[in-house]
């Protein structure tokens, strides 16, 4: 017993407590994510009346919106501090989620969803700089993976319950689900109430004060982003045509869909921090070269699977087929976003983390676009051509393993426990 609790005391990530709390908001606002965005395409199809494609081009707006605010945000958070810039996001969302109830015509639905999107664009930039800033290169990784796990812990629990909550025969059941969305905005809001602005890297007197043109002329962390698209694009952007194509190939039914998409999320919630665990010092490329097997593995799987199986069946072997896919989530997860801020220059980092978004935004808005003809044209070459992208996305992450610096190739291992009342990790993460 004493090894194996030795074993979970290990796994704390020891993060500081305006880390902790900064992810208990996170927490609630996926939760309200959720809650909400599931049916946002159903709401404005079947409870208002818009049209399928007006109605997608609506949904389209908020991640056209965001490739745009993205990187705009970027030069604010580096101006600002990634705190003001993560309440100005949160208060944007809650105006573009809240006005949904509101929306009876096309144009009112773009007009949120365009404010939404200039919300979630600002988001992930404020929220990363923000984590990055409050934690030393060795707590990044935990408080990187922490973060993947209340995202999905969140909006897997608030899509379960929105689905108790939503019915297309009751259209107040989704001005239900909308303000509770806008409300854990709020929610957040207030958790950013204990968690200070860490102080930021400025320019020495004479020096430029940097600009994007830094960032795209750092070829090593291009070269990253460029490995990530390929993840994202050939990896999770895929989950967002998998349900219509386990359905009509593999006879797999909603509720089904459901439950897949639940042990996915209660996979990543019990492995994310024991794979972060097991990752310290290890070399980083190679942590991304293994999820992109992980992934190629797990999609040369679906086609077998429809292929033998249909219904119930179908669904529990799809279901451990994500299952192992959540696998390489958890390497992702424990790997990307702290890689991407040890290469920063920390001068910019609003702008290094705003363009490491827009590698997830741009996959996002190009994979499941193009998976969409692919799937139309023949359902298999679908699963079997992102297996081959997967592979060569992991080759590149091993190509690119020399061109890091030495000091970046390996997940670092956490230091001693922090000292008792925050005291050492205020002064350590540079707290103003």
């Not at 007197?205 to 460029?226: I, N």
Request: proline share 6%; with cysteine; hydrophobic share 55%.
């Amino acid at each position: 017993m004493r090894p194996l609790a030795a074993y979970l005391g290990s796994l704390n990530p020891r993060l500081p407590r305006p880390v902790k709390a900064l992810q208990a908001g996170a927490l609630v606002n996926a939760f309200g994510n959720g809650l909400a965005y599931p049916f946002l395409f159903i709401y404005l199809h079947e409870v208002r009346g818009i049209g399928l494609g007006l109605t997608g081009l609506i949904v389209a707006t908020n991640s056209a919106v965001g490739l745009v605010a993205g990187p705009a945000s970027g030069v604010l958070v580096d101006r600002f501090g990634g705190r003001r810039m993560l309440v100005v996001a949160l208060v944007l969302s809650t105006v573009g989620y809240g006005a949904y109830p509101w929306v009876h015509a096309p144009w009112q639905g773009f007009l949120a969803s365009a404010v939404a999107g200039a919300g979630n664009g600002a988001f992930w930039p404020s929220q990363s700089t923000l984590i990055s800033g409050l934690t030393s290169a060795e707590q990044r990784p935990s408080a990187f993976a922490v973060q993947r796990i209340m995202m999905n812990l969140g909006i897997g629990l608030g899509a379960m319950a929105g689905g108790f909550i939503a019915s297309t025969a009751d259209p107040g059941t989704f001005t239900v689900l909308f303000l509770a969305d806008a409300a854990t905005f709020f929610g957040y809001i207030g958790a950013l109430a204990f968690v200070p602005s860490p102080a930021r890297a400025k320019p020495q007197a004479g020096e430029p004060r940097g600009s994007y043109r830094d960032v795209l002329k750092h070829r090593v962390f291009l070269g990253v982003l460029g490995v990530n698209f390929l993840l994202i694009a050939a990896g999770i952007a895929l989950f967002e045509v998998f349900p219509a194509y386990a359905k009509k190939e593999a006879g797999v039914s909603e509720v089904g869909i459901g439950w897949i998409f639940l042990v996915n999320t209660v996979l990543i919630v019990i492995f994310q921090l024991p794979i972060a665990k097991l990752l310290e010092g290890r070399r980083r490329m190679r942590s991304l070269a293994a999820v992109a097997g992980v992934w190629a593995l797990s999609w040369l799987l679906v086609p077998v699977v429809a292929g033998a199986a249909s219904g119930v069946r179908a669904t529990v072997l799809l279901a451990a087929v994500v299952g192992i896919f959540a696998i390489g989530e958890c390497l992702h997860g424990a790997v990307q976003a702290p890689l991407v801020s040890d290469l920063a220059d920390h001068r910019l980092i609003g702008r290094y983390m705003a363009a490491s978004a827009f590698s997830w935004q741009v996959a996002f808005a190009v994979s499941p676009a193009a998976a969409g003809f692919v799937l139309a044209a023949s359902p298999p070459a679908l699963w079997i051509g992102a297996a081959a992208v997967l592979v060569l996305a992991g080759a590149a992450a091993l190509g690119l393993e020399g061109a890091l610096p030495a000091a970046t190739r390996r997940t670092p291992s956490r230091g001693p426990e922090p000292e008792p009342g925050g005291v050492r990790s205020r002064k350590a993460f540079g707290v103003e």
